[in-house]
């Protein structure tokens, strides 16, 4: 998720390149509401089971115009599934082929 589809498509393209797999959410500006804060206008803690959403939607906040994507990779930092070009044991290195990819390119 993010707020420039140049970018966005930047980023699929370098997953497309290296194999790794991505898959842009969408950044309704529904979100918002879902991080109003009880003590602060806002808040990083959203409800339960949209934590990608949360963190885009709080993201959101504070860029303004600058292009950004969110990349979530809490759920594939630590698999047990890897391709065969990550390691077996510890972190799995997860969209470090596409980031290189992408400023590479």
């Known amino acids: 998720m993010g707020n420039n589809e140049k970018l966005i498509n930047k ?3 370098s997953g497309d390149a290296t ?3 991505v898959w842009e959410l969408p950044l309704w500006d529904e979100y ?3 991080i109003k804060g009880k ?3 806002i808040q990083n803690l959203g409800k339960a089971g949209a934590g990608t959403i949360t963190a ?3 993201l959101k906040e504070f860029v303004g115009d600058t292009p950004w994507c969110h990349l979530d990779i809490a759920g594939t930092a630590w698999g047990p599934k890897e ?3 990550q390691p077996k ?3 799995t290195g997860v969209a470090v082929r596409l980031i290189y990819h992408l400023l590479e390119n």
């Open 11 to 13: 980023i699929k393209k």
């Open 19 to 21: 194999g790794e797999k």
């Open 32 to 34: 918002t509401k879902d």
């Open 39 to 41: 003590y602060a206008d």
């Open 56 to 58: 885009g939607a709080f």
């Open 83 to 85: 391709p065969e070009y």
């Open 89 to 91: 044991v510890g972190a």
